[in-house]
């Protein structure tokens, strides 16, 4: 049996699959629809903002005087902020709402990013703690519509992060301990949902507690006065210790679990806890954890966890490996510890706060700018939330990019029809029905009595 390599598929009965009609290279591409929507399920986002009355407290709130770009600078805001709900990571980024119809889901004008430039750098430090006051309205707005904590307990995590710069000359860009070009902004979250409760810009030199007491005394009132009625816990790593910020803790009755550095105090309080005190708890295979604790200072307790390697890898770290907070709470040791080391959930919510919320870096060279920009980025890190928790009833932390990817930008096209007007979105979307769901929610919103 002979093979001809000369016969082709065709001769052979096989046809490929892929004929020229269903070649990509051979389709006729035009952008020219004007009724094509960019994102369709921004209007998910442009819903909520409506029922939080985004626009008119933005222009309630901030007055730029007579600096260039001060009029009407709620629609400005509204259109920064869904820009970056919509993954928007610099200034030029947010043109992509001023394409085909998107403008109309959003309810709002859209500006050139030229204009919203102008109108960041007009900010001064006094300007972004008008922002600071929307912010705190709105969280007070969507605590209201049940998305707050109630008389429920609720933990505070305080960091600090580094929003990296290109270039040396924009303001407030310095080498911080990471040795990362950028500015050093603090940053408190809401433990149980990743929101955002306070933001404040700092220049990059700036090291890690730097204007904390003030920062956390500010964070505890905007809580209070968004509607947290029940006990607060204030958790944070060891560049935050300081009697400052404990008394800060101490002075609005919240309760405070703070990390501390092996300095000879605490060395020596740790050497002094005595053998039988110590509690195994689990631990990874091939380690070994202990924990315990003991008085120290002010009326504090220092809780300690303890580790080691076992086994052959014990060559490597034959000794003991120490990890100390301070805290006042009540509970035993294990579970105290258990609870801080929890507060690691922190690094998650900043870092769904950089990924396509805004802050990945600084996108103005003017210092103001920056900070205006970065307390955005935290409303829109907040709208993804405050969508999941009032439109899709989700009760704990949600990843940004998954809520971006199956519901916000997912595509549309507007028809108008009878005097209404239709969104039309794809066939087949694998989460259509929660999406509907999720509309209707937002739609009906009301507040809680």
């Known amino acids: 049996m002979t093979c001809d390599s000369n016969i082709t598929l065709e001769q052979k009965g096989i046809f490929p699959v892929h004929t020229e009609s269903h070649n990509p290279a051979r389709l006729a591409v035009t952008f020219d629809d004007d009724r094509a929507v960019a994102g369709a399920g921004l209007a998910l ?3 909520l903002s409506e029922q939080l009355d985004l626009v008119a407290w933005a222009d309630e709130l901030i007055d730029l005087g007579d600096r260039p770009g001060h009029a009407r600078p709620g629609r400005k805001v509204a259109a920064l902020v869904h820009a970056m709900v919509a993954g928007a990571e610099c200034i030029d980024d947010c043109d992509v709402l001023r394409s085909g119809s998107t403008g109309s889901v959003l ?16 900010f001064t430090f006094g300007h972004v703690r008008q922002l600071d006051s929307l912010a705190e309205q709105m969280l007070s707005q969507a605590w209201e519509f049940g998305a707050g904590p109630g008389d ?26 990471t040795g990362v070009l950028g500015e050093h902004p603090l940053v408190a979250t809401r433990s149980d949902t990743g929101e955002v409760l306070h933001l404040r810009q700092r220049k990059g030199s700036a090291n890690s507690g730097r204007g904390a007491p003030r920062f956390v005394r500010e964070t505890i009132g905007r809580v209070r006065r968004a509607g947290a009625t029940g006990q607060l816990t204030l958790r ?19 309760r405070y679990s703070i990390t501390v550095k092996q300095h000879k105090a605490v060395v ?14 689990d631990y990874t295979t091939g380690g070994k954890a202990q924990v315990a604790e003991c008085p120290y200072g002010d009326g504090h307790r220092l809780v300690v966890r303890r580790t080691r390697l076992v086994g052959q890898q014990a060559e490597l770290f034959p000794s003991w490996r120490h990890h100390a907070f301070i805290t006042d709470q009540e509970g035993t040791a294990v579970l105290l510890d258990a609870d801080h080391r929890h507060r690691a959930v922190v690094e998650l919510a900043i870092r769904d706060l950089k990924d396509g919320s805004g802050m990945a870096h600084c996108p103005s060279g003017t210092f103001s700018a920056n900070a ?13 939330r405050w969508v999941a928790a009032l439109g899709f009833e989700h009760t704990g932390a949600v990843v940004a990019k998954t809520i971006r990817r199956k519901y916000l930008a997912v595509p549309g096209r507007l028809t108008h029809r009878s005097r209404r007007t239709q969104l039309h979105l794809p066939t087949r979307w694998p989460w259509a029905t929660e999406w509907i769901d999720c509309f209707d929610r937002l739609r009906s919103l009301s507040l809680q009595t």
């Open 45 to 47: 986002a442009a819903v």
């Open 152 to 177: 429920v307990a609720m933990t505070i995590d305080i960091d600090s992060t580094i929003q990296q710069v290109y270039g040396k000359q924009k303001q407030g860009a310095a080498y911080g301990y």
């Open 372 to 384: 205006a920009w970065s307390v955005l980025a935290t409303l829109a890190h907040n709208m993804i």
């Open 236 to 254: 944070a790593d060891s560049g935050f210790h300081s009697k400052h910020v404990v008394a800060a803790c101490r002075d609005h009755d919240v």
């Open 268 to 281: 020596r309080a740790i050497e002094a806890i005595p053998t039988e005190r110590w509690t195994e708890i």
């Open 107 to 122: 309810g709002h004008d859209v500006m050139a990013p030229s204009t919203l430039g102008t109108f960041l750098r007009s």
